[in-house]
Structures are given as C-alpha cells and as structure tokens.
C-alpha cells in the first residue's frame, strides 16, 4: 500500500526520530545475460538500494535535570543520539521494514534507520 501526497515542497518534509527518507535506486530491469525482468521480480527483492532524501534527528535521550535547586527553571530538553546515514549516502535496506508514500509522481520509501543495512558515502560524489 502506498500513500499519495499532495504537498509542493519535499523541504517541509521533517523525519521523525530515527527515520530517513529514501529514493529508491531505478532498478535492473535486465540481467547480465540480457533477459528483461517484469517488474514484479524488482518489487519481491528482500534487499534494496537507495538514496538518502532526509534524516531524522536521531534516537531521542531523556533530559537531565538539576533538582538540587527549586528556585531555578525547569527545562525539559530534549537531547537525541545522532544517526549514522546522511543526506546523499546510498543505503542497502531491507524493503518489507520501509512505507512507501507518493510525493510528485515519484516513490519514496520511510524506513527506520535500523533496517538500513550498509551505507555507501562517497564524498566525491556531490562535488
């Protein structure tokens, strides 16, 4: 099942959490001998390839708090551990742990950042 999104801008997409949004790498719709795959085989693979739209801001940590003095302010910040995928970073994921959503005619698939299995950044890549 896929959600369609009606939205203009994919900047006022925010992850949350431990989420990361990915494009999915165009598949192989042939094999190395030449024989055209349907699209049916691609969409069963139990491992697939991407890359990183957005990231969320991480695994979220309680707040510490000084109870040593009444008289001072109460601050409930909250602090997060920080994900290992960035922006750009190609991602070999599990494809049945991910959502897929619709945004302009394309497909983007939310995963959380434990069913990503290998990163490959590529600092050159961007450049």
Known sequence: MSLIIEEKDLDKFIMVGDRVLVKPKSPQ????SGLYLPPTVQENEKVQSGYIVKV??????PAMTDNDEPWKEQK???KYVPLQANVGD???YLSKSGFE????KEKYI???HASIL??????DLLK
């Open 101 to 104: 959503i619709e945004f302009n």
């Open 110 to 112: 939310i995963l959380p």
């Open 90 to 92: 190609l991602a070999i």
């Open 29 to 32: 719709n042939k094999t190395k």
């Open 118 to 123: 290998m990163i490959i950044r590529d600092e």
């Open 56 to 61: 969320g801001p991480g695994y979220p940590i």
């Open 76 to 78: 409930e910040d909250v």
